[in-house]
Nanobody, 123 residues
Framework: AVQVVESGGGLVQAGGSLRLSCTAS????????MGWFRQAPGKEREVVSA????????YYADSVKGRFTISRDNAKYTMYLQMSSLKPEDTAMYYC????????????????WGQGTQVNVSS
């Protein structure tokens, strides 16, 4: 069975950093596009960043450009999101998604999803 598991969330002060990890098992990770999404209370889920299977194509939402960096290590079946200069408005549950189609991932229609990891940024 496919499992997608996020980790690395927590509480951090504004201006701080966190690194999220997403490990996917039960699928050929090296041919799957991956993405990070977030959902704050009372708000719709939004795409944060997406990366193609090879890492050659990357997308960032305008709200995180220059502060967040997505990466992947196919040998470890893991994707990362390095978050820096965190702001209180980054507070949300962060999810990762996987699909063979990069554009499905980027548009929030990925096939596989994790349960999420909570990020809280205090002011």
């Amino acid at each position: 069975a496919v499992q997608v598991v996020e980790s690395g969330g927590g509480l951090v002060q504004a201006g701080g950093s966190l690194r999220l990890s997403c490990t996917a098992s039960g699928l050929p990770f090296g041919v799957y596009a991956m993405g990070w999404f977030r959902q704050a209370p009372g708000k719709e889920r939004e795409v944060v960043s997406a990366i193609s299977f090879s890492g050659s194509t990357i997308y960032y939402a305008d709200s995180v450009k220059g502060r967040f960096t997505i990466s992947r290590d196919n040998a470890k079946y893991t994707m990362y999101l390095q978050m820096s200069s965190l702001k209180p408005e980054d507070t949300a549950m962060y999810y990762c998604a996987a699909d063979q189609d990069y554009y499905k991932v980027r548009s929030g229609r990925g096939t596989y999803w994790g349960q999420g990891t909570q990020v809280n940024v205090s002011s």
